[in-house]
């Protein structure tokens, strides 16, 4: 059975840091991109960052600066840095794990992230 733990949401003040942190398990991961979403009360989901198996990266323009993905492969977890935290960052974020290649898309329970103003 696949897992992905997310861990390291909370409450905290503008301007603050804080780290997310997501394990996956259940299986081989291979050739897999991860990613961070988020979504706020009355919102879509939308993505935070990502990263591919290469290591690339991908950020939204809302958070470029401030928040820094990464990922141990031998480990299978990404890590998502934030800093300069602002309330409209306040939202669920969810972990993404997927490989178009071999046809899998997982994603975690979710962690809140609350920042007050």
């Known amino acids: 059975q696949v897992r992905l733990v997310e861990s390291g949401g909370g409450l905290v003040q503008a301007g603050d840091s804080l780290r997310l942190s997501c394990a996956a398990s259940g299986r081989t991961f291979i050739s897999y991109n991860m990613g961070w979403y988020r979504q706020a009360p009355g919102k879509e989901r939308e993505v935070v960052a990502t990263?591919?198996?290469?290591?690339?990266?991908y950020y939204a323009d809302s958070v470029k600066g401030r928040f820094t993905i990464s990922r141990d492969n031998a480990k299978s977890t990404v890590t998502l840095e934030m800093s300069t935290l602002k309330p409209e960052d306040t939202a669920v974020y969810y972990c993404?794990?997927?490989?178009?290649?071999?046809?899998?898309?997982?994603w975690g329970q979710g962690t809140q992230v609350t920042v007050s103003s």
């Open positions: 990263i591919r198996s290469g290591g690339s990266t």
């Open positions: 993404r794990v997927r490989s178009t290649l071999y046809g899998y898309d997982y």
